[in-house]
T-cell receptor, first 113, second 115 residues
Framework: QQQVKQSPQSLIVQKGGISIINCAYE??????FPWYQQFPGKGPALLIA???DVSEKKEGRFTISFNKSAKQFSLHIMDSQPGDSATYFC????????????WGLGTSLAVNP | GAGVSQSPRYKVTKRGQDVALRCDPI?????LYWYRQALGQGPEFLTY????????KSGLPNDRFSAERPEGSISTLTIQRTEQRDSAMYRC?????????????FGPGTRLTVL
């Protein structure tokens, strides 16, 4: 059973456009929601993360929107650039006695020049 | 070192052979994590250590998989009697202080292919 459902599986955006990737989770005990960016041949790298006590976090062109009641969070990439082309993973973690990062299946983003 | 390193980067083995995958975390990092990533999937947690102590091994698929970190630095993930279904990218990550929400820094992975 997939504990984190990520969509879409793939996304094509024109340069300058907005890329939006969504994730939904089931377990309300999760208390940390990171997004990772992975380029081909590389390991995932933390992009941005949010705690459930805030509804939005922005870092540069990247914004996480968090809806606790709906158990959903999303990544928005503003002014998308070809260099943003990568696979994006959402993840969740329960920081209590279980530190496992539980990952979505990933979204392959292609930004056309 | 500057980042997490893993070796070998690629390993091809025959079914039934044992393999040992090595992870060298960022120097001084307390926590070390092992994940497995199938093609087109997100990483799947296997196990993690704080210093030399294995804190959680609930993600290891079966008793053919084991991991150790004897001196609290380098870690080895061993798969005995490999099977074709073990083929995947094995990733290691480390984090600085051992706090649950520390950023995990990932290595480049070891691509294991079992023939």
């Amino acid at each position: 059973q997939q504990q984190v459902k990520q969509s879409p599986q793939s996304l094509i955006v024109q340069k300058g456009g907005i890329s939006i990737i969504n994730c939904a989770y089931e377990n309300t005990a999760f208390d940390y929601f990171p997004w990772y960016q992975q380029f081909p041949g590389k390991g995932p790298a933390l992009l941005i993360a949010i705690r459930p006590d805030v509804s939005e976090k922005k870092e540069g062109r990247f914004t996480i929107s968090f809806n606790k009641s709906a158990k959903q969070f999303s990544l928005h990439i503003m002014d998308s650039q070809p260099g943003d082309s990568a696979t994006y993973f959402c993840a969740v973690i329960y920081a209590g006695n279980n530190r496992k990062l539980i990952w979505g299946l990933g979204t392959s983003l292609a930004v056309n020049p | 070192g500057a980042g997490v390193s893993q070796s070998p980067r690629y390993k091809v083995t025959k079914r039934g052979q044992d393999v040992a995958l090595r992870c060298d975390p960022i120097s001084g990092h307390v926590s070390l994590y092992w994940y497995r990533q199938a093609l087109g999937q997100g990483p799947e947690f296997l196990t993690y250590f704080n210093y030399e102590a294995q804190q959680d091994k609930s993600g290891l698929p079966n008793d053919r998989f084991s991991a150790e970190r004897p001196e609290g630095s380098i870690s080895t993930l061993t798969i005995q009697r490999t099977e074709q279904r073990d083929s995947a990218m094995y990733r290691c990550a480390s984090s600085a202080s051992g706090r649950a929400l520390d950023e995990q820094f990932f290595g480049p992975g070891t691509r294991l292919t079992v023939l």
